[in-house]
C-alpha cells in the first residue's frame, strides 16, 4: 500500500469519480467500481454500425480558474481538443444567432470520443467494469462492499461519485445525511441517436432549440477527430421527458424522430441507423449548498455534478473539493 494510507473503494467511473481516482492514486490504493460496461457516466459514446454518438454530455465549457488549469493540461497532450463548429439558436424551426464557436471560449470534447478522457484517467488504476455495488456494511472504522454475487473487499474509506437516486439504496440507514440527499431532485433527458448515410445539408454543427420539445442538436461528424459518417445526437428537454419517462421506448423514438424532421430543412433521408437512450438522471438546476459530503466518522465521501449544476465542470468541482477534505482525513 502507498505510504500505509489505506485501502478506498470509489463507486462510479464518470467524471466526478475518475477525478477523485486520477489525484486519490497518488497517495492511496484504491479500486473503481462502474456498473457499466464502459468509463464515463454521461461522458460516453456508442459505436454502432461505424457511427459514433457522443449520447451524454455534448461538450464541456471551462469557467473557473482551477478547471482551467486542469483541462489545460490534458489539451497540450491533445486528449481534448476545442470543437470550433458552427452554432445557431433554432426558434420554431427558424434559425438565428448563426455563431462561430473559436478559442476564445472553448467548447471541449474529448477525442476521438467523449468516454475516452474518464478512460485516460483511469490509466494505472484498477477499475471494475460491469460490476454494480449493492450494498455497503460498516465494519467498525472499515467498509465491505458487495455486488449482487460476493463481498468485493474491505475498505478503509469509500467514496460515492452516482446520482442521488442510485447512491440511496447503498447507505445505511444510521447515516447522518440521508435527509440532505433525499432532497437533491435530478431531471431525466433522452437522447435521440440517427445515423444517416446521405450527407446532412446543413450549414451548422449544434444547435440549442427553443420552443420544441428537443432541446439541443449536435452533428456528432462535426467534433474533431471523429468518423465522417453522418451521425446525429438529439436532446429532449427535461421536462417532456418527465411527462413521457414511462412511455413505451418505441413511442419516444418516434416522437423525438417526427420532431427533428421538423426542424432539419430538409428531411433526414437513408437513415441506416435510429434509436433513444433513457437518460433518468441526467442533469440538475443550480444548487447553492455544499459542494460535497464528508463524513469522517464513518470514512465516507460523496461527490457528484448533482451538488452544483448538471455539467462536467460541476462534477470536478464537487470532486476536488471532496479530495481537498478527504485527504486531511486519510
Known amino acids: 500500500m502507498k505510504r500505509n494510507l489505506g485501502k478506498i473503494a470509489i463507486i462510479g467511473a464518470g467524471i466526478a469519480g475518475m477525478n477523485c481516482a486520477y489525484q486519490l492514486s497518488k497517495i492511496a490504493d484504491l479500486t473503481v467500481f462502474e456498473k457499466s460496461r464502459g468509463f464515463g457516466g454521461r461522458m460516453s459514446t456508442k459505436l454502432i454500425d461505424g457511427f459514433k454518438f457522443d449520447h451524454g454530455i455534448q461538450f464541456f465549457t471551462a469557467k473557473t480558474k482551477i478547471f482551467q488549469d486542469f483541462i489545460y493540461q490534458f489539451e497540450k497532450k491533445g486528449i481534448i481538443k476545442s470543437w470550433?463548429?458552427?452554432f445557431v439558436e433554432i426558434n420554431n424551426n427558424q434559425v438565428s444567432k448563426i455563431k462561430k464557436w473559436d478559442n476564445k471560449y472553448k467548447h471541449y470534447v474529448p477525442v476521438p470520443k467523449m468516454s475516452s478522457f474518464c478512460r485516460y484517467l483511469s490509466e494505472g488504476i484498477d477499475v471494475k467494469l460491469n460490476t454494480r455495488i449493492t450494498k455497503l456494511v460498516?465494519?467498525?472504522?472499515?467498509w465491505e462492499v458487495f455486488n449482487d454475487q460476493?463481498?468485493?473487499?474491505?475498505?478503509?474509506?469509500?467514496?460515492?461519485a452516482i446520482p442521488p437516486?442510485?447512491?440511496m439504496p447503498l447507505i445505511p440507514d444510521f447515516y447522518d445525511y440521508l435527509k440532505q440527499i433525499r432532497d437533491y431532485k435530478m431531471?431525466?433527458?433522452?437522447?435521440?441517436?440517427?445515423?444517416?448515410?446521405n450527407s446532412l445539408d446543413i450549414e451548422w454543427d449544434a444547435a440549442i432549440i427553443k420552443n420544441s420539445i428537443l432541446s439541443w442538436i449536435s452533428?456528432?461528424?462535426?467534433?474533431?477527430?471523429?468518423?465522417?459518417?453522418?451521425?446525429?445526437v438529439a436532446i429532449s428537454t427535461n421536462d417532456w421527458a418527465q411527462e413521457n419517462i414511462k412511455k413505451d421506448i418505441e413511442y419516444v423514438k418516434n416522437?423525438?424522430?417526427t420532431e427533428i424532421q421538423k426542424i432539419f430543412p430538409q428531411p433526414i433521408k437513408n437513415i441506416a441507423y435510429v434509436n433513444v437512450h433513457k437518460w433518468r438522471y441526467a442533469n440538475i438546476?443550480?444548487?447553492?449548498?455544499?459542494?460535497?459530503?464528508?463524513?469522517s466518522k464513518n470514512r465516507l465521501g460523496i461527490c457528484g455534478d448533482w451538488f452544483i449544476k448538471g455539467t462536467a465542470e460541476s462534477a470536478f468541482l464537487s470532486s476536488n473539493n471532496l479530495i481537498d477534505n478527504i485527504s486531511t482525513h486519510i
Open 150 to 160: 460476493s463481498s468485493l473487499g474491505i475498505f478503509d474509506w469509500v467514496i460515492i
Open 219 to 232: 452533428i456528432n461528424d462535426s467534433k474533431p477527430l471523429r468518423n465522417r459518417n453522418n451521425s446525429i
Open 165 to 167: 437516486e442510485q447512491l
Open 285 to 295: 438546476k443550480k444548487q447553492n449548498g455544499v459542494k460535497s459530503i464528508i463524513d
Open 138 to 142: 460498516k465494519l467498525n472504522t472499515k
Open 187 to 197: 431531471q431525466p433527458c433522452y437522447s435521440l441517436m440517427i445515423g444517416s448515410k
Open 84 to 86: 470550433e463548429g458552427n
Open 255 to 257: 416522437t423525438l424522430l
